[in-house]
């Protein structure tokens, strides 16, 4: 039977496995941009100067993918201890939001030599929005939790 703990041994290694392919990117970024940008397009863009701005995109964008990865990590051990409604996870949720905004940034600035970053950029934006509201709740949660607790 499927449980809560198992649920969160899911997330866990699926931000594992998101981190390995994160390091896989970053390692074998040339390789991949090079992959990239030799499919047929409309528009050739295999020179150099559109090899080194993809390349330029794929690690600004890299730092906050780590650092979102880092709190996932963070929130699930907090989850997974049975430490929920606590300051440590807003923060956490906070700073993952912060960061999706910051891709959304680097991408919103890719769109201008490759317009399909601006996909991304929405994406990313949108999950910021999706992540900073679930810190809200988090936030007005903890307070509860507090007059909950003053009222027992």
Request: a positive charge; aromatic letters at 14%; proline letters at 3%.
């Given at each position: ?7 969160i ?19 074998g ?34 730092v906050?993918?780590?650092?979102i ?18 300051p ?13 905004a ?6 919103l ?16 934006a ?18 509860m ?8």
């Open positions: 039977m499927w449980s809560e703990k198992n649920s041994a899911l997330s866990q290694i699926a931000v594992k496995v998101f981190l390995v392919i994160l390091v896989g990117c970053d390692v970024g040339w390789w991949l941009v090079d992959w990239f940008l030799d499919w047929p397009r409309y528009m050739p863009m295999n020179d150099l100067a559109h090899r080194v701005l993809f390349l330029a995109s794929l690690y600004a964008a890299s906050p993918a780590y650092c990865l880092l709190c996932l990590a963070r929130l699930l051990g907090n989850i997974r201890e049975g430490q929920v409604f606590i440590q996870n807003v923060r956490a949720l906070r700073s993952a939001s912060w960061c999706c910051a891709a959304a940034l680097v991408c600035a890719s769109c201008f030599y490759y317009i399909p970053f601006l996909a991304v950029a929405v994406a990313a949108f999950m910021a929005l999706i992540i900073r509201i679930i810190k809200n709740v988090f936030e007005q949660a903890i307070g939790k507090a007059e909950l607790d003053l009222t027992v």
